[in-house]
């Protein structure tokens, strides 16, 4: 390979004395058919930066970048015009930057990195970028979406010294926090300078003076110098920040001469797609490399936000040939027939970041749409040929690009973990491995090969696989594992629980600690030896990740785990191996206990009382007082389980008493230390005795009497402020936002024009992140764009109903008085056990809400909108109507969730006839998942589908279910923010219901299973859990056999399916244009499909 010395011929300064290591010629595949693009020099003989002057030279009248103004004419804007540009962004980034210095006490910085933190539009974001380094400093884009720390964290690992920072607030004040978090954590003394986002006009306006090169000299740096900084994801830890050199960038920009088309002059759309992304970086390298234009929306400030429609509507108005997006935008667009009609125009689709449901993908091949999968990594670039001629009904397999060396490292059968080799024509940004000595970085994406096509191949997943439980909540076992195998004790460990309740762990012991697993004493022995790791573990983990003593399976030396050469497990193929003893451990769960809290000497109400004590706070993380809600402090189903089992074991063990009439539910009856003690100690002493359920009825109805009575006295009353107005457009506040329902409220809260501000109020994590991480990776987890967070419409707030302002400083509740007009209260918890006393502070909070709307200084009160239960008429008659107005407390009767409901119910509507406030109450029926498939495991009908293989049949109705989507649901209640004072209550249910057959016979498709009437398998269920026994936890709906025989009992009448309340909703169909519209989207098989396909994902049929 040549070395010399050079000096460029360029209109600038750069001199460069050091000898080069240029790259050898690639195939010339690009340029052939385009007059106004010279591909330039690809060696390294010039770098980036200097591309932009020979294309000034060379290219000048190609273009760079459209972009489509609102009345359709396309505006491009050329080399010519955005070399200018990229050199008036550099003299400014010189004047702001200058040769200042930060960090902490010791760093010492060559040259000077130059963050940029917005959700600015793309035109000036690029620029900018293309400025820095034509400035000679070194640019890092950081994701708008990342947390104060890790921002601080990403700033120090670089030594940034300046931060361009966004025009809206949110990055303003995460700007700050950063900076605050750089002098008490990192050591800085001076923190990095920062200077606003510039506009598209602060470039490109046309009354600015002039440039050219010899304006702003650059020198050569060699190709080995870092150009600019990207991050990782951060998906298991902090991001981390990686370092691009010159030659890796042009490495990578000749990706494309490797592949099969010439997209010299081609338009890409990058619409919603962030210029902080790498692929949004990358597009700016091609369009130097080969000549792409890239096509991106016109520029405003503030930035439009992204919607499904707005991007594929941009992409059509610029003419673009190609979309460069994500699998849930193709998803979306799939379902226009005038989209996909289209789509199936231009020449592709390539997608990334994740799978493409393969439905949807065949369906838009089958159209003529063509699809590329792009597969990549900021660590290595762009790793799959971009792009081959066809892909056809392989669209979602790639072929690695032939300038990569690869090694598939054998992982499972028919998985191969990807090793990227460095060759002469590309090295990884990261090197953390090495193949035959030579530098590797080895990816931990798992790829598995076309069955009959070689050479092609599909991503299936990760070495590093987070555990995604029935709950949906996940497990990232990387840092649990890595503590473990610390442990002096353990050679290796695999945590296991996918489409489990909990977590558990393998652990192989070193080979001198080795157990027989039959021996139940050593057993003990060695977990009592790792048992210190594990509390490490537990208080790292957030609450669904911790592991009790009962979870751990020791390693059986018959059965040994297999290793990566790197001395890692293979966790998959340990997890497979021991699938029958993991099985078996979930199967006794449910009548498993604490085994180390020794049992009472006696069982008055004093020791009993010091033993449930013990018990409690071995369990749980934070024990409360004697008197406090366990609920209300963190204590979950299987907890709830564990001190049941425990206390019984205690109580059957000392005094060999039949402990099998005590009720299933009395944790959740006696939600304290103290009532659990008396309630044990009366099991105990034989004075227990079981309650007659007339008796428990009556009992109920009067609880819920007296807390309505509570909570309905003296209410506040509204003073106006006469110099008050109201303000333009809707200010919103809504409360439980991270729920999936709270995440479409707010998605289409923000893309709804006269809404101009929403406060999000939600309580604080139990694991200390921040809101508004939870809130982007609840968001992103729906399928939903998380960049609305950044718009600086939102304001995310954490507080508490129940605490004095709600836990709000004194100028933020003030702001929230003063401004908001309408109230959304969603927050509630989602507990079908536990009963009406634990809901207090539910209630509790619908009056703080009902206060806060009547101190309001607004001519009116806000309107306060409060989601209510089709569950408060879990006991009316199913025979009749049910009209949208108020109803008996014995219809609720059953559970705390809808006998809390009901109170609330009774409060807000006291407040509506005594107060000026005007609220109205939604019964929200039953929902079912939007578009994404994603409905909870453990509701009831889910538990049914997920019962049907194990039981062989599937219930079936010809009668009619009146289920909801979740994004209709919520459509539907935001419109219902408009209705009229005199509605006080409404139902939300589809007012186009479909027999229950027709998706049962969908199921029964999908999982071959007959269809039989609803006692049938409900029989068929019975005799399964009477042969099974305690042994019963996998299968959910064996826990709701209560629900299911109070179905049978209803079944056989009225004129819904299963017996389900006839639900009239002329007002909501008044009051909503979602609902009453007639063309509204039906329930179909299609939607079955979604649902089974998310179900399989999170692992509700399989057994581990």
Same mark, same amino acid.
């Given at each position: ?30 340029? *052939? ?17 200097? +591309? !932009? ?37 550099? =003299? ?62 990403? &700033? ?11 025009? #809206? ?11 605050? +978090? ?57 991001? $981390? ?24 002059? *081609?338009?890409?759309? =990058? ?86 449901? $393969? ?5 838009? /091949? ?119 195998? @610390? ?8 945590? %296991?629980?996918?489409?489990?309740? @909990? ?90 206990? @604490? ?35 366990? !609920? ?72 819920? *009497? ?46 709804? $024009? ?45 507080? #508490? ?14 702001? &929230? ?46 309107? !306060? ?7 408060? =008429? ?34 807000? &509507? ?43 049949? %599937? ?8 289920? =909801? ?22 139902? /939300? ?65 009225? *004129? ?12 909501? $169909? ?12 039906? &329930? ?21």
């Amino acid at each position: 390979m040549s070395t010399f010395s050079i000096v460029f011929p360029l209109t600038q300064t750069a001199v460069m004395s050091t000898p080069l290591r240029l790259l050898p010629s690639h195939p010339q595949t690009q340029g *052939r058919s385009c007059a106004t693009f010279k591909v330039p020099p690809l060696d390294g003989t010039l770098t980036f930066p200097q +591309l !932009f002057d020979f294309h000034e030279q060379h290219s000048a009248n190609h273009s760079l970048f459209v972009y489509a103004e609102q009345d359709g004419t396309i505006n491009a804007i050329n080399w010519t015009r955005a070399c200018v540009a990229i050199r008036r962004a550099a =003299l400014l980034v010189r004047e702001h930057v200058g040769t200042m210095h930060v960090g902490g006490p010791t760093d010492a910085q060559e040259v000077p990195v130059v963050a940029i933190l917005s959700a600015s539009d793309a035109i000036p974001y690029a620029t900018l970028m293309m400025g820095i380094m034509r400035a000679g400093y070194t640019p890092f884009p950081l994701s708008a979406r990342n947390s104060a720390a890790a921002i601080a964290h990403l &700033l120090a690992q670089s030594n940034a010294v300046h931060i361009f920072v966004g025009l #809206d607030q949110a990055m303003r004040d995460l700007t700050v926090e950063a900076c605050e +978090l750089l002098k008490s954590q990192y050591g800085y003394v001076t923190v990095p300078g920062t200077s606003s986002m510039p506009v598209f006009d602060d470039f490109y306006n046309a009354g600015l003076k002039g440039n050219t090169a010899h304006d702003v000299p650059y020198v050569h740096p060699g190709l080995d110098k870092t150009i600019f900084y990207l991050h990782s994801s951060g998906s298991t830890a902090f991001p $981390k920040p990686i370092p691009w050199t010159y030659r890796r960038m042009i490495q990578i920009s000749r990706a494309v001469f490797y592949g099969e088309r010439d997209l010299t002059g *081609r338009t890409m759309a =990058l619409f919603g797609m962030p210029m902080f992304h790498a692929m949004g970086i990358m597009s700016t390298v091609f369009a130097c490399a080969f000549g792409q234009v890239i096509a991106v929306p016109a520029p405003q400030t503030p930035p439009a936000l992204p919607t499904v429609e707005n991007i594929i509507q941009g992409a059509m108005a610029t003419k673009a040939d190609l979309i460069m997006t994500v699998p849930s935008l193709v998803e979306a667009w799939s379902r226009n027939p005038e989209w996909v009609k289209w789509l199936a125009t231009i020449d592709g689709i390539s997608y990334g970041g994740g799978p493409l449901n $393969k439905e949807r993908g065949d369906y838009l /091949v089958s159209q003529g749409v063509r699809i590329f999968c792009n597969y990549g990594s900021t660590e290595s670039g762009v790793m799959s040929e971009f792009l081959p001629a066809e892909t056809g009904m392989n669209w979602e397999y790639f072929r690695f690009g032939s300038f990569l060396k690869v090694k598939l490292e054998p992982y499972v059968e028919h998985e191969y973990e990807v090793i990227v080799v460095e060759n002469e024509l590309l090295r990884p940004n990261v090197i953390n491995a090495k193949v035959d000595g030579v530098d590797a970085y080895a990816t931990f994406d798992l790829v598995t090969p076309h069955p009959t096509e070689k050479g092609l191949y599909k991503v299936v997943g990760r070495t590093d696989d987070q555990i995604m439980h029935s709950t949906g909540e996940k497990t990232n076992p990387g840092p649990l594992e890595t503590m473990m195998n @610390q442990d002096p004790h353990v050679r290796g460990s695999a945590m %296991f629980g996918r489409g489990r309740l @909990q977590a558990g762990i393998l652990v192989d012991p070193k080979p001198e600690y080795t157990v027989d697993p039959s021996d139940e004493a050593k057993l003990a022995v060695f977990r009592n030896m790792i048992w210190p790791t594990v509390v490490k573990m537990n208080t790292y983990a957030p609450q669904h990740s911790r592991v009790f003593k009962e979870m751990i399976i020791v390693a059986n030396p018959a059965k040994p785990f297999t290793y990566t050469p790197k001395g890692t497990v293979r966790r998959a193929a340990a997890i497979k191996e021991y699938d029958d003893e993991i099985n078996a451990l979930y199967e006794l769960v449910d009548a498993s206990s @604490q085994s180390s809290v020794a049992s009472p000497a006696s069982w008055d109400v004093a020791v009993t009382t010091e033993f449930v004590r013990k018990t409690v706070a071995q369990i749980m993380k934070n024990c409360p007082q004697d008197g406090d809600d366990l !609920f209300q402090h963190g204590c979950d189903s299987l907890q709830a389980t564990y001190i049941r089992n425990t206390l019984l074991r205690a109580v059957r063990e000392s005094l060999k008493i039949d402990t099998r009439p005590v009720t299933e539910s009395f944790v959740y009856n006696n939600p304290n230390i103290k009532l659990l003690s008396t309630f044990i100690s009366s099991v105990a002493l034989g004075t227990y005795q079981p309650e007659d359920d007339t008796t428990s009825s009556t009992d109920r109805v009067n609880a819920m *009497r007296a807390m309505v009575l509570q909570y309905t006295t003296a209410f506040p009353l509204h003073k106006a402020d006469l110099s008050a107005k109201r303000p333009t457009g809707d200010i919103v506040l809504v409360t439980g936002t991270t729920g999936s329902f709270g995440c479409h409220l707010l998605s289409q809260l923000a893309a709804k $024009k006269d809404v101009k501000r929403i406060y999000a109020l939600n309580r604080a994590s139990a694991d200390q992140q921040s809101l508004h991480q939870r809130q982007k990776e609840a968001i992103a987890s729906r399928g939903l764009d998380a960049r609305i967070l950044d718009s600086g419409k939102i304001l995310l707030l954490e507080g #508490d109903l129940t605490t004095a302002r709600f836990g709000l400083s004194e100028e933020t509740f003030g702001e &929230l008085r003063r401004t908001v007009t309408h109230i959304i209260h969603n927050a509630w918890r989602v507990d079908f056990v536990i009963n009406l006393t634990s809901f207090e502070p539910q209630v509790q909070g619908v009056r703080a809400l009902i206060e806060f709307a009547l101190s309001s200084p607004l001519p009116e009160p806000p309107k !306060f909108l409060f989601e209510s239960s089709i569950g408060t =008429l879990q006991n009316a008659p199913s025979e009749d109507v049910i009209a949208e107005t108020a109803t008996m407390p014995e219809w609720a009767v059953g559970t705390g969730y809808a006998e809390s409901k009901w109170v609330s119910e009774q409060i807000v &509507l006291a407040a509506g006839q005594t107060t000026a406030l005007k609220p109205l109450i939604a019964r929200l029926g039953q929902m079912c998942a939007g578009p994404d498939g994603a409905w909870n495991a453990h509701e009831w009908y889910p538990s049914i589908v997920q019962s049907a293989p194990t039981v062989g049949c %599937f219930p079936d109705d010809e009668r009619l279910i009146d289920w =909801l989507q979740l994004d209709l649901a919520t459509a539907a209640l935001i419109d219902l923010r408009k209705a009229s004072s005199p509605t006080s209550l409404v139902h /939300v249910v589809h007012p186009l219901p479909i027999p229950w057959h027709d998706l049962a016979v969908a199921v029964s498709a999908e999982l071959a299973v007959p269809l039989v009437p609803f006692a049938t398998w409900l029989a068929k269920l019975e005799e399964y859990a009477a042969a099974q026994g305690d042994r019963t936890a996998r299968l959910h709906a064996l826990h709701l056999l209560p629900k299911f025989r109070g179905i049978l009992l209803q079944e056989d009448k009225g *004129r819904m399916a299963l017996g389900m309340a006839n639900m009239d909703i002329s007002r909501a $169909k008044e009051a909503s244009p979602t609902l009453a519209d007639p063309r509204l989207r039906q &329930l179909s098989v299609e939607d079955v499909t979604r649902w089974i396909a998310y179900w399989r994902k999170v692992g509700l049929f399989t057994r581990a």
